[in-house]
């Protein structure tokens, strides 16, 4: 059995496959069922037609119908060195003999039947001839190495276009005046005795040749820095010149600057000298004017200080009178709004409702009987997921709703992309805000994520966990941040979340409640 080539990329049980007559003979699932994506990308080819079920007509009028079984030996090899060559595994080509191999055979694989092209080679067929090699190289090297029949019949076909330089690979000989690379190529799809070493030759002719190049390339590149070194010692030796013109110019320019220095240093003593006179008498004159205006100042700030005690003292009368009226006006409004609305939640919270019976009706219902009267069902007790609950929670004063994000969008909304989620989360909620004036916190994992987030509708805070945090986190730090006493209600179906914010006194609630409320609005 033929051992898979070394650029064949079908896993090994399907390229051992080909050295077996009635697995070579059946097309690849995997290869039929999923074709390369880069075939599939060509929308004008049509799925390829399966195998011919005619053996014997599929291998062609050409070629011995024993050849659809598979290799024939050939009957005058040694049956010990036939053998040697079945299981010999496939050499190591160079890259410039397997581009070529691959580009002959994409060149003369539409030229063969169609009955004789591979089922994974008829859609690479059909590509346009710059494209062929590119996209269906590695499907073509696979067939090569895995189906002896079809690199029977590509090779007969390429060594006829080859002419006399394929007639003379196929004798077994290769002329001295010969491409190495083509000679190559022809030998390892025609395989004459002793196709491997000349292989192996090829090898190491590319080998030396890449070490020829490499080597000249590094003798340029000397050849060229001393160029460059020595046209840089030119140029620094012109520069050197000019330079020492220039420091004899300087110097000439130098004393002369120094002799006009010396007078100028003359005339500005002389200068100073008289400046320090007039600034002299400046200074006495400029003291006495100081002393009047200080004088002046100081009076003037007396009378101004008097003047603002004065102002201070009547506003402060002002203000205080009208603080204190404000403070009880304050206090008397707080504390009927505070009555108002305690008694209000607290008529909600108990869930009283008017009621038209008395004491003794009671009484009645629970010790007696009465002819006719129909069986009542007992009161339900409310869960975390019942939308009544939450409807009565959120109609308590000033209550403060902290919706978990992706908790609740992943449970009512995760057919959708995460945009999407928020965006319907987000208005919905605003409806709520609306519908019930409270306060009304979205909070979801990750800012350093989302892009392109439109504004939240009044009343809506939404809130994204910094990098290195998370939702739950922020939702903990909402809660405890709250007032005791503040009705707060925490949607979120994770238990460690309600547990974590009912210690601090809020109302956990599930996301189907939210779901549930959302879908009526």
């Known amino acids: 059995m033929p051992a898979p080539s ?25 290869l039929v069922a999923e074709p390369d994506p880069a075939l599939a990308a060509e929308p004008d080819l049509a799925p390829a037609a399966g195998p011919d079920p005619d053996p014997a007509r599929a291998a062609g009028p050409d070629l011995d119908p024993a050849l659809v079984a598979g ?39 539409p030229g063969l039947p169609a009955d004789e092209i591979p089922v994974p080679l008829r859609r690479v067929a059909r590509f346009a001839p710059n494209r062929r090699a590119r996209l269906g190289g590695q499907a073509i090297a ?28 196929a004798g077994g000989l290769a002329p001295a005046a010969a491409d190495p ?52 010692r030119a140029v620094a030796k012109v520069e050197a010149d000019k330079l020492r013109d220039e420091l004899a110019r300087v110097r000439e320019e130098l004393g002369q ?21 007039a600034a002299d008498l400046l200074a006495t004159e400029k003291g006495r004017a100081a002393k009047v205006t200080a004088d002046h100042d100081a009076e003037l700030r007396r009378l101004r200080t008097r003047l603002a005690e004065a102002e201070a003292a009547a506003a402060s009368g002002k203000q205080n009178a009208k603080d204190a009226r404000s403070a009880d006006d304050a206090r008397l409004w707080l504390l009927l ?12 919270e108990l869930a009283l409702e008017p009621t038209d019976k008395r004491p003794a009706d009671f009484v009645a219902d629970a010790a007696a009987d009465r002819p ?84 939240a509708p009044r009343g809506v805070r ?20 709250e007032p005791a006493g503040r009705p707060l209600v925490v949607i979120s179906s994770d238990r460690e979340v309600a547990d974590g914010v009912r210690r601090h006194g809020a109302y956990p609630m599930g996301a189907d409640s939210l779901l549930r409320r959302l879908s009526r609005s």
Not at 91 to 103: D, F, K, N
Not at 257 to 277: D, G, W
Request: glycine share 8%; net charge negative.
């Open 6 to 30: 070394p650029f064949d990329d079908r896993p090994l049980e399907e390229a051992a496959s080909a050295g077996d007559p009635a697995r070579a003979a059946e097309p690849d699932p995997a």
């Open 71 to 109: 290799p024939v030996p050939d009957p005058d090899l040694d049956p010990a060195l036939a053998g040697e060559a079945e299981t010999a595994p496939e050499p190591t080509l160079p890259e410039a003999v397997r581009q070529r191999i691959t580009a002959l055979s994409a060149a003369a694989l």
């Open 142 to 169: 696979a067939q090569l190495a895995a189906d002896p029949l079809f690199r029977q019949r590509i090779s007969s076909r390429i060594v006829s276009e080859a002419g006399d330089l394929g007639a003379a690979v």
């Open 181 to 232: 690379v083509e000679v190559a190529a022809l030998a390892y799809l025609v395989r004459p005795d002793g196709w491997r070493d000349l292989i192996e030759a090829v090898g190491e002719s590319v080998r030396a040749e890449a070490d020829s190049a490499a080597i000249a390339g590094q003798v340029r590149d000397a050849e060229q820095r001393a160029a460059r070194a020595e046209h840089d």
């Open 257 to 277: 600057l120094r002799e006009e220095a010396r007078t100028a240093s003359r005339a500005l003593r002389e200068t100073q000298a008289a400046h320090k006179r």
């Open 337 to 348: 709004e505070t009555i108002g609305q305690a008694a209000s939640g607290l008529r909600r």
């Open 372 to 455: 006719g009267a129909l069986e009542r069902s007992r009161p339900r007790a409310q869960d975390t997921d019942d939308p009544g609950r939450l409807d009565q929670l959120l109609a308590l004063p000033r209550a403060h709703l902290i919706v978990d994000g992706y908790n609740v969008t992943k449970r009512g909304f995760a057919e959708m992309s995460l945009e999407q989620q928020r965006k319907r989360l987000v208005t919905g909620l605003g409806g709520i805000a609306a519908q019930t004036g409270d306060e009304v916190t979205v909070v979801f994992d990750g800012a350093e994520r989302v892009h392109g987030l439109p504004p």
């Open 462 to 481: 939404v809130l994204f966990s910094r990098k290195g945090d998370t939702a739950d986190e922020l939702i903990r730090q909402l809660v405890r941040a």
